[in-house]
């Protein structure tokens, strides 16, 4: 069974650029997460969806975060424009279910220069 | 605010010893309870994860779950050098999963 994939594995960008990721979940996995871990710190939730519905987007900074799954299979989070603080890992996880197992992706490396 | 509180380390055992690790949360409401460990530089991988209270064993880790006290731990026997990692506690209240900011655990050969 394949894992989690995400792309790409590492960005370099300038403040004030836009940035996007992609994420494909497992196969048949109707939830999806996005999260940001900062070195030193766990994970936090920026977005949930269930299928291609949003159930928890509380933690995204809408100002700048938005993040999409249109046909209920891959995820796009996208960050415009891109913050110093931005700098962290991004990190796609799925589950077959909520409260299930969560499957994480390898991670984006972000650098906002 | 749901929180998730872990002790940071770095934690040092001796090669062979026991680790303890521990982890509190705030949400009684809280049902499902996860030990991740998550190596430098790469994602967080699913260790163990408990439901019901009482021990939860599986080869060197036994999760423990503690809902009166709301404390969730993980015991690692026989450590290992190649046990050293970050080790991040989850807890999921209300369809959401909430991590703690993990415990660096370092195995002292």
């Known amino acids: 069974e394949a894992g989690v994939a995400q792309s790409p594995r590492y960005k370099i960008i300038e403040k004030r650029q836009s940035v996007a990721f992609w994420c494909n979940p497992i196969?048949?996995?109707?939830?999806l997460y996005w999260y940001q871990q900062i070195l030193g710190q766990g994970p936090k939730l920026l977005i949930q969806?269930?299928?291609?519905?949003?159930?928890?987007d509380s933690q995204l900074p809408k100002d700048r975060f938005s993040a999409e799954r249109l046909k209920g299979v891959d995820s796009t989070l996208k960050i415009q424009p891109a913050k110093l603080e931005d700098s962290a890992v991004y990190l796609c996880?799925?589950?077959?279910?909520?409260?299930?197992?969560?499957?994480f992706g390898p991670g984006t490396r972000l650098l906002v220069l | 605010q749901k929180e998730v509180e872990q002790n940071s380390g770095p934690l040092s055992v001796p090669e062979g010893a026991i680790a303890s690790l521990n982890c509190t949360y705030s949400?009684?409401?809280?049902?499902?309870f996860f030990w991740y460990r998550q190596y430098s530089g790469k994602s967080p991988e699913l260790i163990m994860f408990?439901?019901?209270?009482g021990d939860k064993e599986d080869g060197r880790f036994t999760a423990q779950l503690n809902k009166a006290s709301q404390y969730v731990s993980l015991l690692i026997r026989d450590s290992q050098p190649s046990d050293s990692a970050t080790y991040l506690c989850?807890?999921?209240?209300?369809?959401?999963?909430?991590f703690g900011k993990g415990t660096r655990l370092h195995i002292l050969p």
């Open positions: 408990i439901y019901s209270n």
């Open positions: 949400d009684r409401g809280s049902q499902s």
């Open positions: 969806f269930q299928n291609n519905g949003v159930v928890d």
């Open positions: 996880a799925s589950t077959s279910q909520i409260r299930e197992t969560q499957y």
């Open positions: 989850a807890v999921n209240p209300d369809d959401k999963i909430i």
């Open positions: 196969s048949g996995h109707a939830t």
